[in-house]
Each structure stands twice: as C-alpha cells, then as structure tokens.
C-alpha cells in the first residue's frame, strides 16, 4: 500500500476558529492526505477534535516583532526534521521559515495561502516602519513562490500586476452542506435585528452602525464576536445612550453560530476602506449570510459591492452616515418585496458561492 503524501500546514491564527484553515485540511484528508497543523497557543482558545493532526506550542512572546521572530524560528527548526512533501504557509507571518526550510528541503514544495494583501492590512496604517518592513518580506518572497492562491480576484490583480507571480483565487466561502449543531437559540430583544458577526476589530463599521439606531425604531444591534476594540465598543455605546439597543454576545463556538444567523433581519457588512487589504477583502461573513439568506447592508468597498450587486443580495450604502445607513436598513426591511426577493436571490447565490465549487481548484495545487 503506498504510502500517503503530507502536507505540513502553518498558521498564527487560532486554529479552532480558522474555518479557511480547517476547510482545506479537511478537503486535503477527503484526497487522502495526511495532514498536520502547526499553530500556537493563544488566549481562551478552543479545543477542537479534528480529522488531521494538530500541534501548538506555547510562546514565550506573542505580540510584533519578538513573537513573529520567536514564531519563525521555532517553525524553521520543526520543518528541518520533519518529513513533508508540501509545506503550505497561511499568510505572510508564517512565510519566512516555509520558505527557507522549502528551500533546505528540495522535495517539499511551498505553497502559500494569503489570507489578506498582508502588507496593506488596517493595523498597518499609519505604522510606515512596520509597513515597509511587511512589503519589503512580500517583495522578496512572493516572485520566487511558484504556487500560491489567495480570498479575492482584487488582491489576485493586485499582487499579479505587482509580481507578475501568476497568483490563483480560492475564496473563502462557506460549504453548502456544512455541520450545524442545532440549538433553540433567541435574541435578548423583541426588536428587529441587525447582526454583526465577526472579530471586533477597527474599521468594521460598527460606531456609524450603532449611532445610525438613533434614526430607527423597534431596531436593535447584535454583536456576536470578540476582538481588541470590545471595550472600546463598550463605551461608545454607552456614550451614545444605546446600552438598551446594542446586545453583546461575545464569542459563539462556529458550528452554532448559524443558528444566530438565520434568524436575525439583516446582517451588517459595513468594512470601512481603511487601506487596500480592506477595499479588496471578502469578508466571511458576507457568505454566511448569504448560505443563512439573509439580507445584507454593505458598504462601498469594491469586493464586497461586486457581490452584493451581481447577485442582489442587499443593499449597498456610498459612505458611512450614520443616516445614510439607517435610511438603507429602512427601505430593506419597510419593503416586503424587495425583502423577499433578496432571499430568493441568496438561495440562488448560495449554491454558486460555495465551499464544494471552490475546493476543487485546490487540485491544481496538491498533487497525490
């Protein structure tokens, strides 16, 4: 019986929640792989039991420039000694011990995912040292990696105009067919429900958000999610006079989030253009809305206005008033043909914007 091929998959990001993460692995199992997971220990982190091997270590350091470093080298050293036939670096922080080991060990090939356009992220703006540094690690690494793919056909443009690097798409949709652990779930409010699910981080549109409910009624906000800006959120709403309008949830484990999702009124994707990775990202949960038909308020970035416009899935708003919101929510939900009508759309787009389509193109990548 021969033997199976690896594949040796690095990531920084929590590997409980990292659906692209876990989508590929599973997918790269059902070929008949054999699939290992390198990642870290990070804070109120989940345990998950999966179908492919995982590992994560513990760091002495786990913010900027100590922890990639830290990260890198440790990583380095376990792909010295571990046998592999594909290496696969998720974004641009696990790029530099991939590449290099990939290089130490000629029979494992590099493959890389880019999540985002790295060096463009919104964390970034404003940080011109921190930001170079990034760009100069993509100027060198990425027209030297022969196979890679990445979320949007914006950062495929971007990065093939850049680096002419011949770069593919895989967006990160979500499987038509997908575990769901059904559970009788309700919001703390008789109001309609305006959802925002996802990591609480800046740049969400979720201030213009909560200061557009003072131009609604019988409206409330439900944030479902965790992230760096939470207590931020915290105070604005109650700056605002909204503590009894804006509902936190905190973190819900992925498998029942869709529960949540199905029965709230609109979901918000409102991403604000704070630098290039966001004006050409898809984020997640615009496809989980979409699978849970639910109608969308966008805003303006080119990405995300390409599908809520090609499939009329929503409504998309030119800037981010706070009445320019409240406004666009109200002709959704005070329309029960249009209302209709976009979850019709979503039931349609749902199966063309789906996980089993988008795998496939993954065989043009990991040969058994």
Not at 149 to 166: A, E, G
């Amino acid at each position: 019986m021969p033997k199976k091929k690896r594949v040796f998959v690095a990531v920084t990001n929590d590997v409980s929640t990292d659906q692209r993460v876990h989508k590929v692995c599973s997918y790269l199992v059902k070929k008949d792989f054999e699939v290992v997971v390198y990642g870290r220990v990070l804070p109120n982190t989940i345990q998950v039991s999966r179908t492919y091997t995982i590992y994560r270590k513990k760091h002495w350091f786990n913010h900027n420039f100590l922890f990639y470093a830290e990260y890198n080298l440790r990583l380095f050293f376990r792909l010295l000694f571990y046998k592999t036939d594909y290496i696969l670096s998720n974004d641009l922080d696990t790029l530099p011990a991939c590449f290099f080991a990939s290089k130490f060990k000629r029979k494992s090939e590099l493959i890389y995912d880019s999540h985002e356009l790295f060096s463009e992220g919104p964390e970034l703006q404003g940080r011109q040292f921190v930001k170079t540094f990034w760009r100069k690690l993509e100027d060198f690494f990425l027209p030297r990696i022969k196979k890679s793919y990445t979320v949007s056909q914006s950062i495929v443009d971007f990065y093939n105009k850049r680096y002419d690097n011949n770069m593919g798409l895989i967006r990160n949709v979500p499987l038509l067919d997908r575990t769901v652990k059904k559970e009788n779930v309700c919001f703390p409010t008789k109001n309609k429900v305006v959802l925002y699910q996802g990591v609480l981080n800046p740049g969400r549109g979720i201030k213009p958000m909560i200061q557009a409910l003072h131009f609604l009624k019988d409206v409330d906000l439900v944030i479902i999610g965790y992230g760096k800006v939470e207590e931020e959120l915290i105070e604005f709403v109650s700056k605002e006079k909204m503590d009894k309008r804006v509902h936190f949830l905190g973190r819900v484990a992925h498998d029942v989030l869709p529960n949540y999702t199905q029965i709230a009124d609109i979901g918000m994707v409102l991403e604000e253009p704070l630098g290039k990775s966001f004006e050409f990202s898809l984020p997640n949960k615009l496809f989980d809305y979409i699978h849970a038909e639910l109608p969308i308020i966008s805003g303006s970035l080119i990405e995300i206005n390409r599908i809520v416009n090609s499939y009329k899935v929503g409504v998309a708003v030119n800037n981010y008033s706070p009445k320019k919101i409240a406004k666009a929510i109200e002709s959704i939900l005070s329309d029960k043909e249009l209302y209709g009508k976009i979850k019709e759309n979503q039931r349609n787009a749902k199966t063309e914007l789906c996980w089993e389509n988008e795998e496939k193109k993954l065989d043009d990548y990991f040969i058994n």
